[in-house]
């Protein structure tokens, strides 16, 4: 009872820190698509490079974000940006890089050959062949890539909090520095219902972007 009493009078400041938190995840996985899926599918070209790209991405993703921001404080400070907004979405941006570029890789290597030799039969170019074919079957995979990513880093977005960066790890932090578990609490709770809504959200946005002929296969996959 005293939790919920304690989030009702913080009703405003709860709900500016979640738009915080939405606001700096949005615009580190936004940017991780628009550089990841493009990466994914240049790789599919050169197996070597692939390998080496996914090799690259998944490095980055076992540091752990405390040690990853870490690293970026210093050289961010020589720009002057040592804590707070940047370090925290550069952060994200590179967590989120191995599952969009992956699945991204991964869903344009698995389109039916049947359907390229198909496309290339009726006169299509390699980019019309990517552009009508081989694209529109990947983004529901892309997409399952991008809710992972969306997911995992709103939990690494609330250790930003100890960075300046803001957000609902906010309450988190202060809880601990203050010994107040009905911050830590309420933070830690926040966070957790965001990310199963947001996860619940991107599902039924990824099963929308599914052709009807796919959706028995990605059912019971």
């Given amino acids: 009872m005293e939790l919920i009493l304690y989030a009702l009078d913080n009703i405003d400041l709860l709900a500016t820190r979640t738009l915080e938190h939405i606001s700096l995840v949005g615009v580190a996985v936004g940017i991780a698509t628009l550089t990841g899926v493009p990466i994914g599918i240049?790789?599919?070209?050169?197996?070597?490079?692939a390998q080496g790209v996914l090799y690259t991405a998944s490095i980055i993703v076992t540091i752990p974000s405390i040690a990853l921001f870490g690293i970026m404080i210093p050289v961010l400070s020589l720009i002057g940006q040592g804590i707070g907004y940047l370090p925290a979405v550069i952060a994200v941006l590179l967590y989120s890089q191995l599952p969009i570029i992956r699945n991204t890789y991964t869903a344009i290597n698995n389109v039916d050959p049947a359907l390229r030799e198909a496309a290339r039969g009726i006169?299509?170019?390699?980019?019309?062949?990517?552009?009508?074919?081989?694209?529109?079957?990947?983004?529901?995979?892309?997409?399952?890539?991008?809710?992972?990513?969306?997911?995992?880093?709103i939990g690494v977005m609330a250790i930003a909090a100890y960075i300046g960066a803001g957000g609902l790890g906010t309450f988190i932090s202060r809880g601990i520095s203050?010994?107040?578990?009905r911050q830590l609490i309420v933070g830690a709770v926040a966070v957790s219902l965001l990310a199963i809504i947001v996860d619940y959200t991107l599902l039924f946005v990824q099963k929308r972007l599914t052709p009807r002929g796919?959706?028995?296969?990605t059912s019971t996959a």
Avoid at 141 to 148: E, F, L, P, S
Avoid at 178 to 181: A, G, I, L, Y
Wanted: glycine share 4%.
């Fill in 42 to 49: 240049a790789i599919t070209k050169n197996e070597r490079l």
């Fill in 123 to 153: 006169g299509m170019s390699p980019n019309q062949r990517l552009r009508y074919v081989e694209i529109p079957l990947a983004v529901p995979v892309i997409m399952a890539g991008v809710r992972t990513a969306v997911v995992l880093n």
């Fill in 178 to 181: 203050q010994s107040d578990p």
């Fill in 214 to 217: 796919m959706e028995l296969d």
